[in-house]
């Protein structure tokens, strides 16, 4: 049993890349999910194995429709009467309880308990794509996934996190050099698809802020990358801030973030959280 301080953030990846994507945000009592990538029954596991309970979850947060974003969503979001946050073009074709989707818009922010989820536009190939801030407490934390480039919105909401999931999809030449057919390469290296390693640390060189603490490089492809390169690329630049690789295929660890100054509370502050550091 750890105990951090209430004012914190802790994050999390359930798993990150095409074969399924969910992150949870959350403070000492509720949280948030982004995406609903993996089976309900799988989501259930992966958070008993971090030490979490689902009764902390008080809302889904939905990017875009794309299948690795949305598989357990419907299932999940109906078996704890979660409220899904999405907006009407990307529910087009996800069946859900209509009572539980509660539609977004860019740039408005979402109040959960004491979390602000705060949605906004972004480039990729799906019909009404989102990324998310989430703050409580002075710390903010970036979803940034499933983007074709660092446009004007990605690099000013980047430059506020203290902790952001961040898309390193496909190293250049690996794709290049690879198997899949030329439409598909094109599709991924385009301004609507994903994030390459370089396009992601030259976002992280130019727009981190100096209170970064945790870079958890996220969706990288089974095929187009290797998290070893992807580490040693990003290692020798990091500072200060821990580089993190989210796996495809078991959660990561349970990470806590908090202001510079204030990673521990008094005991009168302190709730215990018990997690799993090792995915």
Do not use: W
Not at 1 to 9: D, G, Q, V
Not at 19 to 30: L, P, R
């Amino acid at each position: 049993m750890i105990f951090f301080a209430r004012m914190s953030l802790f994050i999390a990846s359930l798993n990150s890349g095409s074969n399924g994507n969910c992150y949870y945000i959350g403070n000492a009592d509720e949280a948030v999910l982004i995406d609903a990538g993996l089976s309900c029954t799988e989501t259930e596991k992966r958070m008993l194995k971090l030490g979490f309970s689902m009764k902390t979850v008080k809302a889904i947060f939905v990017s875009h429709e794309h299948t690795d974003h949305v598989k357990g969503l419907s299932t999940l979001a109906n078996k704890y009467h979660l409220p899904v946050y999405i907006t009407p073009d990307t529910a087009k074709g996800i069946h859900l309880i209509r009572h539980l989707a509660n539609p977004f818009r860019a740039n408005e922010p979402v109040q959960v308990g004491a979390l602000v989820v705060l949605p906004f536009s972004k480039m990729h190939d799906a019909a009404d794509p989102h990324s998310f801030l989430i703050s409580h407490g002075g710390v903010t934390v970036g979803v940034f996934t499933d983007i074709g480039s660092a446009c004007k919105q990605v690099i000013k909401h980047f430059s506020q996190c203290h902790a952001a999931f961040l898309e390193a999809n496909y190293d250049a030449d690996m794709l290049e050099k690879g198997q899949y057919p030329l439409h598909l390469k094109k599709r991924i290296s385009s301004n609507k698809g994903h994030l390459s390693n370089s396009q992601a640390l030259d976002l992280f060189l130019r727009h981190r802020p100096g209170y970064m603490t945790h870079l958890l490089l996220s969706h990288l492809s089974k095929d187009n990358n290797d998290p070893i390169r992807v580490k040693e690329l990003f290692s020798p630049h990091a500072g200060e801030t821990e580089i993190i690789i989210a796996s495809r295929f078991v959660p990561t660890g349970v990470y806590q973030v908090s202001l510079p100054g204030d990673a521990r509370a008094s005991n009168k502050d302190q709730k215990p959280v018990q997690i799993s550091l090792f995915g």
